[in-house]
Structure formats: C-alpha cells, structure tokens
C-alpha cells in the first residue's frame, strides 16, 4: 500500500526534483501537478495521504487551495507542506493557520524537504483515526462510527477494515490481509479473508460492494 504524495508546483525544474527525491523511497507514490485546477481535478477521484503545495502558482493562490482543502472534512487525514518563496514570518504564520502541517523556504535543501516528508509519513503510520466517506474508524475506543451510527465489528474485522482504510483506494490483497491479520506462518485459507469482508459488508450495510470494492482475482479496496 503505497504512501500517495501530491506535489504541486508550477516551476517544472524543482518539480522534477521534488519527485525524483521523494520516489526513492519506495513507500512513496509521488504524482506531480504544475497548476491547481489539474491538483483539484485529481483529487476529486483519488484523495492523496501528503500534498505538497507551492503557494505561488500560474492559475491560483495557493491559499485558496489550502482553505478549500481544510474546509472539507473528507480530507482531514491528509499532510499538508508548503514550499513557497514566500519568506516573511506572516506568510509563514498564515499557512500554518490556515491548516498547513509545515512550511519550507525556498530556496531549500532537497534533504531537508525528504526529512521533513519522512516525519509527517512517520506520524500518518501512527494515526489512531482513520476516515473514509462517511465511516470514521477509531483504533484506540475500537469503535466504528457510519454517520452517527456505532458499528459493532469484531476485532479481527476491525483490523481487515483499518487495513483497508489505510489504502486510501489502493488495492489491498488477500494475502497482505492474511498476513495483517494472522501473521506470514498461520495456516489460514484465503476465502477466510472473504468471509470477514462479507460480515463486515452486512454491519456496514454495504452488501452491494460500493464501499468496500471487489477486485476480482487480486484482493479489495475502499472506494474513494
């Protein structure tokens, strides 16, 4: 399950740069976008876990994509770093208010840029609270939330639908469930995974398969 990183920067230079550092690690995905309106059309269909975003772009203030980002709730979960030439303490103090979870100067060192994604990558690993759609799923209470409705899943069924979760649309196969679950030496069939996406599905009132979907021959994932 690949770590989705957005970078949207409008200077093709540093862009590539931000890419090539980011994608040597390989629990990095990086999709590169050098204007707002083609990061926003993106996001639509698939939201990304980190979104770095340059504040001076060709179309659009970077402000007005950080304020609309923070005032949906569907992507609490996601990072947010600016990278941006603007280098006084107020546009600093602006991005950080407006949600921004940190804040290079340009010019940067790309090392930097890499130890600061790594932290917040880090800390998403960490994340107790997991949301999708209108599922909330805390991981500390044990609890999943549908709306205001309270889901009653056992724990195995609770770890099957954080691991999914945590995908954010990625496919997740029914052996990376298995060994999840019941670790890489337990002789459990794959159909076991089945039968637990089934009872988690009915729980959910999902029995059509449009939350939790099929990806026949390979595994599952969680539409987004």
């Given at each position: 399950m690949s770590y989705l990183i957005y970078s949207v920067e409008d200077?093709?230079?540093i862009a590539h740069i931000?890419?090539?550092?980011?994608?040597?690690?390989?629990?990095?995905?990086?999709?590169?976008f050098y204007d707002g309106r083609s990061f926003l059309a993106a996001l639509k269909k698939k939201q990304p876990n980190m979104l770095v975003l340059d504040m001076m772009l060709p179309d659009m203030d970077g402000k007005d994509i950080l304020k609309y980002v923070r005032s949906n709730r569907e992507y609490d979960e996601?990072?947010?770093?600016?990278?941006?030439?603007?280098?006084?303490?107020?546009?600093?103090?602006?991005?950080?208010?407006?949600g921004a979870d940190d804040y290079i100067e340009k010019p940067f060192d790309i090392l930097e840029l890499m130890s600061r994604?790594?932290?917040?990558?880090?800390?998403?690993?960490?994340?107790?609270?997991?949301?999708?759609?209108?599922?909330?799923?805390d991981l500390d209470k044990h609890v999943v939330q549908k709306g205001d409705e309270t889901i009653h899943l056992t724990s195995r069924e609770l770890t099957i639908l954080a691991a999914l979760m945590r995908g954010r649309g990625d496919v997740v196969s029914r052996e990376q469930l298995l060994k999840?679950?019941?670790?890489?030496?337990?002789?459990?069939?794959?159909?076991t995974v089945d039968m637990h996406i089934k009872s988690i599905r009915q729980k959910l009132g999902d029995r059509d398969?449009?939350?939790?979907?099929?990806?026949?021959?390979?595994?599952?994932?969680?539409?987004?």
């Amino acid at each position: 399950m690949s770590y989705l990183i957005y970078s949207v920067e409008d200077d093709r230079d540093i862009a590539h740069i931000i890419n090539l550092t980011l994608s040597k690690n390989p629990d990095y995905q990086v999709e590169t976008f050098y204007d707002g309106r083609s990061f926003l059309a993106a996001l639509k269909k698939k939201q990304p876990n980190m979104l770095v975003l340059d504040m001076m772009l060709p179309d659009m203030d970077g402000k007005d994509i950080l304020k609309y980002v923070r005032s949906n709730r569907e992507y609490d979960e996601m990072a947010i770093i600016i990278v941006s030439a603007k280098r006084l303490t107020i546009d600093k103090v602006d991005g950080l208010d407006l949600g921004a979870d940190d804040y290079i100067e340009k010019p940067f060192d790309i090392l930097e840029l890499m130890s600061r994604v790594n932290a917040l990558y880090r800390r998403h690993k960490q994340t107790r609270i997991l949301r999708s759609g209108f599922v909330t799923l805390d991981l500390d209470k044990h609890v999943v939330q549908k709306g205001d409705e309270t889901i009653h899943l056992t724990s195995r069924e609770l770890t099957i639908l954080a691991a999914l979760m945590r995908g954010r649309g990625d496919v997740v196969s029914r052996e990376q469930l298995l060994k999840e679950i019941w670790g890489t030496d337990a002789a459990v069939e794959t159909r076991t995974v089945d039968m637990h996406i089934k009872s988690i599905r009915q729980k959910l009132g999902d029995r059509d398969g449009k939350f939790i979907v099929t990806v026949y021959g390979v595994g599952y994932k969680i539409a987004v």
